[in-house]
């Protein structure tokens, strides 16, 4: 593949998070790639505005065509994940590749049990106090460059119940039916929760791998942010050129 067609790359991110989230990507990627990240509605710099899962897939799609090149390959965490599911099944044609990352687990049935519960405690615990705690761990466990823009980009908790309660109940192995570029399941190996369904996403598409990261959690792309960038890059190149 020459520079010429490596395909576009847009990352979106996890539940409370914001483009803020991909800032180890998108330092190292913007070498050899033209990437973009970006806000969820309802978060970072689109807080105000209100979540919905069709505005999740025209933002994605908005910042696909930004980019000017052509269909892009979405990379799309936990929440970011299944909202790039939506995308890749409306907007076919916008789509070259996927990377579907802490986010292949079904969201139905008794899975969804806990997270509906998690999404009604949220509203309940004072915002601040849930910043002060989400500062506090992310600065534990990982290095200022890697969390900083997070941290300042701020959390989206007011939108939490809003997400989820839109994801929950509607994407399970099925989905994958609907995504007509190759995907790449790339989850950390700690990650049990969601990646417990890998093995059925990926046997439901025909050019589906799965790759983990080791030792890496939820936040595989905090946790080793090297790993995570080479896993995208790899693929991004392996990718058909375009037709």
């Not at 998108?26 to 505005?49: I, N």
């Not at 897939?57 to 965490?77: C, F, K, M």
């Not at 969601?194 to 439901?204: K, L, P």
Request: glycine share 6%; proline share 8%; aromatic share 8%.
């Amino acid at each position: 593949m020459t520079a010429a067609d490596a395909p576009p790359i847009i990352f979106v991110h996890g539940t409370r998070f914001s483009a803020g989230q991909w800032s180890p990507q998108l330092a190292v990627l913007q070498k050899d790639f033209r990437v973009a990240a970006v806000d969820l509605p309802g978060h970072g710099a689109r807080s105000a505005q209100p979540w919905s899962l069709n505005a999740a897939t025209e933002i994605i799609a908005s910042a696909v065509d930004s980019l000017d090149r052509g269909p892009a390959l979405v990379v799309g965490h936990s929440l970011g994940g299944y909202a790039s599911l939506e995308f890749a099944r409306r907007c076919p044609e916008r789509l070259r590749g996927l990377v579907l990352a802490g986010a292949s687990a079904s969201t139905c049935g008794p899975w969804a049990t806990p997270y509906r519960w998690v999404a009604g405690l949220v509203p309940r615990i004072p915002a601040d106090r849930l910043t002060r705690w989400n500062d506090r761990l992310l600065r534990r466990l990982y290095p200022p460059e890697v969390v900083d823009a997070t941290i300042r980009s701020g959390y989206a908790f007011h939108t939490l119940p809003a997400a989820w309660g839109d994801v929950l109940g509607r994407f399970d192995a099925d989905a994958m039916r609907h995504v007509a570029a190759p995907v790449l399941i790339l989850n950390g190996e700690k990650d049990t929760v969601f990646r417990s369904g890998e093995m059925d996403f990926v046997h439901a598409h025909p050019h589906a791998r799965v790759e983990l990261i080791p030792r890496a959690r939820h936040l595989a792309n905090f946790d080793d942010p090297d790993a995570f960038t080479d896993a995208v890059r790899r693929f991004a190149l392996q990718l058909p050129a375009r037709s």
